[in-house]
């Protein structure tokens, strides 16, 4: 009888069968400094203040930092009105999404999300041996019966974005209550609000307000949109007093650096930077929705910093065409493929002058 022998050290079942998160691309072959519209990024960059606590920090290079970031912590909390104890910081919202999910999941346990919804959920997921069940998402939105259809006694987390990437569509504040009131209380609903700043729909929720008095829901929130903080990681979560305890138990301790910490409490202070920063956004949202409309394109109605266009499938009028005509332009837009969404490109809300640029090479795409 052969008894197989590992060679070599292996992952444990699942893991290679993950693919990797497929960041933006920042550069194009032969193209010299394109324009990157393709990762959400906040185009008028950072808070002057924030820019100079970051420098400020050259000196505590050799500190730990505060593994409670307590200055941020209180920050944050006066600034949404929350209780400094629920909040839990993460490197990114990435890094608290993997924490949630290593929280809560056993293997053969199972998350729902929707068809579209945020590839790193998936990731973090599948990193414990769940299985992942994706909800039908028609016309590009959360439906509640489809998620709720995919509940099961092995359901132990639903993650709904608030607006949603790649598809910037929302779940109605009534939508949100009949999907929590219908959840068994052993299931945790996350709201990812990576974007809920640049929403502006009367009917938007960000969640907190559920949040507050749920046992069993957490909101996540990033400094890497609004405030343009990417490069520094700094995500957080508003969780049930519990919920944080049990996150806490395993974050890394020294997961957010002093640097970071300190940008992040100039940041919020900086409520001019704030204001103008979705002032841009929500005056080109509608510009450029309204322009590429304008040649056919079938925009998805969005709340968040970029727009998602749907391309025909003629051969020559394609997404893939499309994206590669743009970025021998120089501009950078994301396909979304990987999504399951092959015939649209998702285009971050860029300055004046690019969106402009980007309607005008459409145009000529469109026209040829
Ligand atoms: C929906 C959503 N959630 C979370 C993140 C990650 O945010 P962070 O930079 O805080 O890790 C992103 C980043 O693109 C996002 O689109």
């Given at each position: 009888m052969s008894v197989a022998v590992n060679t070599r050290p292996e992952a444990k079942p699942g893991i290679l069968d993950i693919t990797a998160y497929q960041p933006g691309k920042a550069k194009v072959d032969g193209v010299e400094n394109p324009v990157k519209l393709s990762s959400n990024e906040n185009i008028l960059g950072s808070s002057e203040q924030a820019r100079e606590a970051f420098k400020a920090a050259v000196d505590t290079l050799h500190i730990y930092p505060d593994s409670r970031a307590t200055v941020l912590r209180e920050a944050v909390a006066r600034h949404f009105d929350l209780e400094p104890e629920r909040l839990v910081f993460g490197d990114g919202t990435d890094e608290v999404l993997h924490l949630i999910n290593q929280v809560f999941l056993e293997p053969g346990d199972n998350i729902v999300m929707g068809q579209y919804g945020f590839g790193a959920y998936a990731i973090g997921a599948r990193a414990c041996q769940a299985e992942v069940r994706e909800a039908p998402e028609p016309d590009h939105r959360i439906s509640v019966d489809e998620v709720l259809k995919r509940v099961d006694e092995r359901t132990r987390l639903i993650f709904i974005t608030q607006p949603a990437n790649p598809t910037g569509t929302f779940t109605t504040r009534d939508e949100l209550a009949a999907l929590h009131a219908a959840l068994p209380p052993r299931v945790t609903l996350v709201l990812d609000g990576a974007y809920a700043e640049f929403a502006d729909d009367p009917r938007f929720t960000d969640g907190l307000e559920l949040a507050r008095t749920a046992e069993n829901v957490i909101v996540t929130r990033t400094f890497s949109k609004l405030h343009?903080?990417?490069?520094?990681?700094i995500g957080w979560a508003y969780c049930p007093a519990h919920i944080a305890d049990a996150l806490d138990r395993i974050r890394a301790p020294f997961n957010t650096s002093i640097a970071a910490q300190n940008a992040a409490v100039a940041s919020l202070a900086d409520t001019e930077f704030q204001e103008r920063s979705r002032q841009h956004v929500l005056y080109w949202r509608p510009w450029l929705a309204q322009q590429?409309?304008?040649?056919?394109?079938?925009?998805?109605?969005?709340?968040?910093?970029f727009v998602l266009i749907g391309f025909p499938k003629t051969p020559g009028h394609t997404a893939k065409e499309a994206e590669s005509f743009l970025a021998r332009r120089g501009w950078i837009v994301r396909g979304v493929a990987n999504y399951g969404l092959p015939d649209h490109l998702r285009i971050t809300i860029g300055l004046e002058e690019h969106n402009r640029a980007v309607v005008d090479a459409l145009t000529e795409f469109m026209g040829r």
């Open positions: 343009g903080l990417a490069a520094l990681r590429l409309g304008g040649l056919g394109l079938d925009i998805v109605p969005s709340q968040a910093n």
